[in-house]
């Protein structure tokens, strides 16, 4: 009797020391799991018709496509009566010296500069 | 919709001869037409000067500068005067032009030195640009 008192309580006692053990080298080893990054919802992409001006700077509308890519231009030879959305944006010029243009981060000062830009544009 | 690059450079400079090879093989590459803008001497018309030069004054850093610049502006006030005077030019010049069906666009980028480190990395940063804009604009 006290024989397998002993006996049951030193395996129940060996049992979770190897037990603890064990799970201490799975937590080491143990890969971590990738969580899936929530992506930015992207914004609904503008389309309808627009006041433009083409490369030889006569004004035109363009159709710009809600599902497709389609971009058709009317030129504005005449009074249209097409409600357009104005771009009153100007153009837009960037300048970089070559030690930028050579640099890793040269394509977020672009991005940056851009941004300065459009807000400088908008009235910002 | 266009996607073009223009050289602006000088025929007594060392340094645009080695790029034009550069950018010309690229725009071959990718199939992107390549203008070569000569100035100075050998200007079309006497007066063109190139287009970075009116960003060495006073008024266009006072209009168009960033933060960083103005704080600087009095520091170097002397130097853009001297600048303007003598209609300093940088060469050569890459501009990238393109328009995306809605307005124009313009990268300007003023210096290359051919024997340096970053000469590499900077043909690379253009090609991968080119490359993108490309997509850009015509949407392929």
Known sequence: MVYSVFYYASEAITRAVVGLALKIYESIHRRRMVERKEREARRPRPWGFFETTNPSGIREYTWVGRATNLTVSIPEFIKLPI?????????????????????????????????????????? | MFLEVVLEEDSRCQRCAKLVHALRKMCDDLNIPFIEKYLENRAVAAFEEPSVTRTFSREWIEKWGLPEHKKSLKKIEKVLAFLQERKAGSYPCVIIRWHDGIRLKEIVIRGFEPDSKEADAYLANLYVLLKMLKKVVYRR
């Open chain 1, 83 to 124: 409600n357009a959305h104005k771009t009153e944006k100007p153009p837009t010029r960037l300048y970089f010296t070559f030690a930028e243009a050579a640099s890793k981060d040269w394509f977020k000062e672009i991005e940056w500069l851009a941004e300065q830009a459009e807000k400088r544009a908008g009235g910002g």
